[in-house]
């Protein structure tokens, strides 16, 4: 008797751990974090292409200059946050029982939801009608603050789900895919040219 239930518990590790790492699983394979990459990064050259038509239209090659410069900037706090964000993140999970790690989680996903909209409405106040460059219509991004910084906690709290059932290493490399390097945003110079 005791064999089979032994037979039974190996089946059902093998069976938990084999689901949280396939996609479609609980964990979804945290496909969440690279729409959000993907979305932030489209939104530098939609506002690049705003201001070099305002610096041309204007006839003020500063308009573009001036703006790229300042984008960069803003663009730079945002890729600073989605490195330390996605790190934080996988810290609440392996250093927390799972009622502390989900505080925790929501915690630094509040904090980049603020970095998210705060750069929205730069690039928003930047590039729309009547803004302070005398933008003459608005151009439209698929970037949503809110809607990012809520797929990213789904994705998160299934990870850490998922990654209760592991053990040890597995869990490490598991979560360690939310850092690998193409899951980083491209720098700004790459995203402009």
């Known amino acids: 008797m005791k064999r089979y239930n032994l037979l039974i518990v190996l ?8 689901t949280a790492q396939k996609k479609g699983s609980p964990a979804e394979d945290f496909s969440a974090i690279g729409e959000a990459k993907t979305k932030i990064e489209n939104t ?7 201001l070099k038509e305002i610096s041309e239209k204007e006839n003020d090659p500063n308009i573009l ?3 790229t410069t300042a984008l960069s900037k803003e663009y730079g706090k945002v890729e600073l946050e989605w490195r330390l964000y996605r790190g934080n993140m996988n810290n609440c999970i392996l250093n927390n029982s799972s009622k ?10 509040s904090m980049f939801r603020g970095t998210l909209i ?11 009608k009547n803004g302070y460059l ?20 789904e994705s998160y709290f299934n990870g850490n789900d998922a990654a209760n059932r592991m053990k040890g290493m ?12 193409d899951n980083a945003l491209k720098p700004f110079n790459q995203l402009v040219q």
């Open 11 to 18: 089946l059902l590790l093998i069976f938990n751990v084999t």
């Open 44 to 50: 530098v050259p939609l506002v690049i292409k705003n």
């Open 65 to 67: 200059s001036n703006g």
């Open 100 to 109: 502390k790690a989900k505080k925790c989680m929501e915690y630094h996903n």
């Open 118 to 128: 705060n750069y929205n409405n730069y690039i928003t106040n930047l590039t729309r």
């Open 134 to 153: 005398g933008v003459e219509g608005d151009t439209k991004f698929d970037f949503n603050p809110s809607e990012i910084t809520t797929k990213l906690n």
């Open 170 to 181: 597995q869990k490490k490399e598991f979560l360690g895919q939310t850092m690998a390097d």
